[in-house]
């Protein structure tokens, strides 16, 4: 069974940095990618930053130049790294894993972390 298990977040002053992780348990050769999305209240929940097992990369046009995202070589933890953090950033931020599945119809089934929330202050 796919379990996620995501840490940091936290409050966080403007103009500083960020640091979650997701750990995935269940079979590594399954994994097509992980990665982060959030949710500002209200608001839909939106990419922050993916990647794939070999290191293939997509962030939000809002992140890009204060992003880092990077799977450890088990291809079991994600770690997303945000700087330069604005009161934007605030939200709950939610891992995310696609694994194989071509039983159905998008080739993949989707499993979502709790969440972990984040606040930058104005």
């Known amino acids: 069974q796919e379990r996620l298990v995501e840490s940091g977040g936290g409050f966080v002053q403007p103009g500083g940095s960020l640091k979650l992780s997701c750990t995935r348990s269940g079979s590594v050769f399954s994994v097509k990618r992980m990665g982060w999305y959030r949710q500002a209240q209200g608001k839909e929940r939106d990419l922050v930053a993916t990647i794939t097992p070999r290191g293939d990369t997509i962030s939000a046009d809002s992140v890009k130049g204060r992003v880092t995202i990077s799977m450890d070589n088990a291809k079991t933890t994600v770690t997303l790294q945000l700087h330069h953090l604005k009161p934007e950033d605030t939200g709950v931020y939610y891992c995310?894993?696609?694994?194989?599945?071509?039983?159905?119809?998008?080739?993949?089934?989707?499993?979502w972390g709790q969440g972990t929330a984040v606040a930058v202050p104005s």
């Open positions: 995310l894993q696609k694994i194989m599945n071509y039983k159905v119809s998008t080739g993949y089934d989707e499993h």
